[in-house]
């Protein structure tokens, strides 16, 4: 069995990566995550974030092991720190239409296609550090098995993806109660599985990921 990869944050030097590459003489290099991938419900986030060479913020992680209250806190500091930044996002339409990998890539493109500074400009990065994916770009690229406990860019790009999606699941709360999307931001909880069969799925559920929990019958009569 291959042994699994475990990283300490604190013990590893996670500007490494970026820092050889500015060494090699790239000025933008973008850093790429996306967040609500494994989600039953709502869209897929990614964001691109241009980091300024050589800083590092200080709490910055991979985004899933930061409390709620630390990520909101960092994703001030983070975009009043960084060169530029890009959202890219998706619905649950799309991702049942084209399955979640290529929804994700798909916005992770729309995220670098959005890299804007401050003043609006757009910025072209000249290299892309990427969470475990490769995309279909001319612009050279380092895919990280892992990349958000790696790579300082990925993990603060982890976090404004996390903190832009939680904001818009909450949001949809209010509109679909029912389903503790603003606890359980769309992911598969035990109280958002019992009130899919229970009330059956809203609009924004993704109708691919349900089949298991709904069954084929009852999917057919959703579908």
């Known amino acids: 069995m291959r042994k699994k990869e ?3 944050f604190d013990k590893i030097d996670i500007l490494e990566i970026e820092n050889n590459l500015h060494k090699e003489g790239c000025k933008y290099i973008a850093c790429i995550d996306e967040v609500g991938r494994g989600c039953l419900a709502g869209n897929v ?33 983070i975009l009043e720190n960084c060169i530029a930044y890009g959202i890219g996002e998706l619905d649950h339409i799309v991702i049942d239409d084209i399955n979640i990998k290529n929804a994700t890539k798909k916005a992770m493109l729309m995220a670098i296609d959005n890299l804007k500074d401050k003043d609006g400009n757009k910025i072209i990065p000249d290299h892309l550090c990427i969470d475990a994916e ?23 790009a982890s976090i404004i993806a996390k903190v832009t999606r939680d904001r818009d699941i909450v ?27 229970k009330i059956g799925p809203c609009p924004i559920h993704r109708k691919t990921y349900l089949k298991k929990i709904l069954g084929n019958e009852q999917m057919k009569i959703t579908l």
């Open 6 to 8: 475990i990283f300490d």
């Open 45 to 77: 986030v990614t964001c691109a974030i241009i980091i300024p060479a050589g800083l590092k913020i200080e709490g910055v992680n991979d985004s899933k092991k930061l409390t709620e209250k630390k990520r909101e806190k960092l994703y001030s500091i």
């Open 134 to 156: 490769h995309l279909d770009t001319d612009i050279p690229q380092t895919s990280l098995i892992k990349g958000d406990a790696r790579c300082h860019g990925i993990a603060a």
């Open 171 to 197: 949001k949809m709360a209010e509109i679909y109660p029912g389903y503790d999307f603003e606890h359980n931001k769309g992911y598969g909880t035990k109280k958002h599985r019992e009130a899919l069969l």
